[in-house]
């Protein structure tokens, strides 16, 4: 990603050039700003626009005048204070029209956004002034101008004067080539655009400093018409936008298998880094649960003991099989490894960790060969390894049904980690409770990794039922916490 220039750069500057006396104008001259600020301040009422008549975005207030009978939709929710998007449509539609799929995304980067409908130039000026105008909005800071198409150009000629930190442009269009904005800025672009063909935008973006291209594979001119399968732009933008933010990320799209987004919470650390991370795959039968179910007694300890997190959706049974679910997952490693710089996360300290149901998937995934997506440590609870158990009873057979459609030994047998051990496995840590119709599978798949020579560790809860969240509150039970952060440590230290 591409870093901000230093503020810093240029704060001795009317010392430098004007001299003792130079410095003193410029002090007065920030004093009557200060004042200007402070009317401005007095001068700003909140805004009160009509909330319901947004039939996009809940909250948002629509149709708010900002000059004459221009007007604008504005999303700044109560709460923190939030940075600033300011969107600017192209030569068609308006306001409510050809960015609305940026609502969303950048209401998950934390941004309050603005798009506005316009005449010229003059009026985006009259409504960044409108919007950064202090105490009518919940905002805080600088704020991000995106623009597509012919926007591009009004979005390019107010940067400086409206102290944007960054520009954003979607199939940007240029009648003449602008001057270089002089900040961070992102361009996004369609290798398939005939409008504004992406050689010369691309080349463009080349000579400017801190710019960033992103291509758009087979993506025309309009963004609205990109392809499920081209979305990874919308994980780039909120990316980019958040920066380095550190803490919780929610509802990142790493995979989209069918054109359906597959999401991940992440948990990112203070400090440098680059950090351990665990991929957590939650339990549920294979059917049910999604990325905060069932695992949430885990966030809060890894999470303080220094590890990135990322706990997965996936897709579930009836609608796939496991074979597919194990392919979700395989998923989920490799955007953490291909995107590690922007986590902070070390690719070589990796782990995964399920629980029933997914501790089958992160057994099997640990047992096969996995290009792009190797681990270096394994965390099953109460996992399930043996479906050839299963066949004999038929009460299971719906079961096995809906998990693996039409199956026989050989198929439960492929998709049972307890016949794919081997020596070369990585570390695996098992955790039990006794009370758990599982305990025996568990026991079955510890004697058998023993007998291999696989390296794992097993930890028993005696009297714990099945499932982590029916443990919470359990004085007795709670050591595992620090059981699995401490080995968790240990396999993944630095040059193991």
Same mark, same amino acid.
């Given at each position: ?6 503020? $810093?750069?240029?704060? $001795? ?19 009557? !700003? ?53 969107? @600017? ?17 950048? #209401? ?22 409108? @919007? ?13 101008? @995106? ?57 463009? !973006? ?48 790493? $995979?989209? +298998?069918?054109?359906? #987004? ?14 351990? /991370? ?9 059917? /049910? ?14 999470? &303080?003991?220094?590890? /990135?997190?990322?706990? @997965?959706?996936?897709?579930?049974? +009836? ?34 960790? *399920?629980?029933?149901?997914? *501790? ?12 792009? !997506? ?5 965390? $099953? ?32 047998? &492929? ?37 291999l020579g696989a390296r794992y560790e097993l930890i028993l809860l005696e009297g714990a039922p099945h499932g982590m969240e029916n443990w919470a509150g359990h004085t007795e039970w709670e050591f595992y916490q620090q059981r699995l952060v401490a080995w968790l440590k240990a396999t993944l230290r630095e040059g193991n």
């Amino acid at each position: 990603m591409v870093k901000r220039p230093a503020l $810093s750069d240029n704060r $001795s500057w009317p010392l430098k050039h004007f001299g003792a006396s130079g410095f003193y104008l410029t002090l007065a001259a920030l004093f009557v !700003c200060r004042l200007g600020a402070q009317a401005r301040e007095t001068a700003c009422p909140v805004a009160a626009g009509n909330a319901a008549a947004s039939y996009l975005v809940p909250g948002a207030m629509s149709d708010l005048k900002y000059r004459g009978d221009m007007t604008l939709d504005a999303y700044a929710p109560a709460g923190t204070p939030r940075r600033a998007a300011i969107l @600017i449509h192209g030569s068609q539609g308006d306001k409510s029209t050809h960015l609305t799929q940026l609502f969303e995304v950048l #209401d998950r980067a934390g941004f309050a956004w603005f798009s506005i409908n316009y005449r010229n130039l003059d009026d985006v000026r009259a409504a960044v002034n409108y @919007i950064r105008c202090p105490g009518r909005f919940n905002v805080t800071g600088r704020p991000v101008l @995106i623009a597509e198409d012919t926007g591009a150009s009004l979005a390019v000629g107010v940067a400086q004067e409206a102290e944007a930190s960054g520009l954003v442009l979607f199939g940007a269009r240029f009648d003449r080539e602008p001057p270089a904005p002089r900040l961070p800025l992102l361009m996004m672009h369609g290798t398939a655009d005939e409008e504004s063909p992406p050689g010369s935008v691309e080349a463009l !973006c080349r000579s400017w400093p801190a710019c960033l291209f992103f291509p758009v594979a087979g993506g025309i001119h309009n963004l609205e018409n990109w392809h499920p399968d081209q979305w990874q732009w919308k994980e780039e933008l909120a990316a980019w936008l958040r920066g380095d933010q550190r803490g919780l990320w929610k509802d990142i799209a790493y $995979s989209r +298998p069918g054109g359906r #987004d597959l999401r991940m919470d992440a948990f990112v650390p203070e400090g440098a880094g680059p950090f351990p /991370a665990v991929v957590i795959a939650h339990g549920g039968g294979w059917e /049910a649960g999604d990325k905060v179910t069932y695992v949430s007694p885990l966030f809060g300890p890894l999470a &303080r003991a220094g590890f /990135a997190w990322f706990s @997965i959706d996936y897709r579930l049974t +009836p609608y796939v099989r496991n074979a597919e679910q194990l392919e979700d997952l395989r998923a989920a490693i490799r955007y953490v490894r291909s995107h590690a710089a922007r986590f902070h996360v070390d690719p070589n300290r990796i782990a995964i960790l *399920g629980e029933s149901a997914s *501790g089958q998937m992160v057994a099997q995934v640990a047992s096969e060969t996995c290009r792009g !997506c190797a681990v270096q440590a394994v965390v $099953s609870f109460y996992g399930v390894y043996d479906f050839t158990q299963w066949a004999g009873d038929a009460a299971n057979r719906p079961m096995l049904d809906r998990i693996f459609g039409l199956w026989d030994e050989e198929i439960l047998k &492929r998709y049972s980690p307890l016949f794919h051990v081997r020596r070369s496995m990585p570390p695996l840590l098992l955790l039990q409770g006794t009370k758990d119709e599982l305990y025996a599978g568990t026991l079955a798949y510890a004697d058998q990794l023993k007998k291999l020579g696989a390296r794992y560790e097993l930890i028993l809860l005696e009297g714990a039922p099945h499932g982590m969240e029916n443990w919470a509150g359990h004085t007795e039970w709670e050591f595992y916490q620090q059981r699995l952060v401490a080995w968790l440590k240990a396999t993944l230290r630095e040059g193991n």
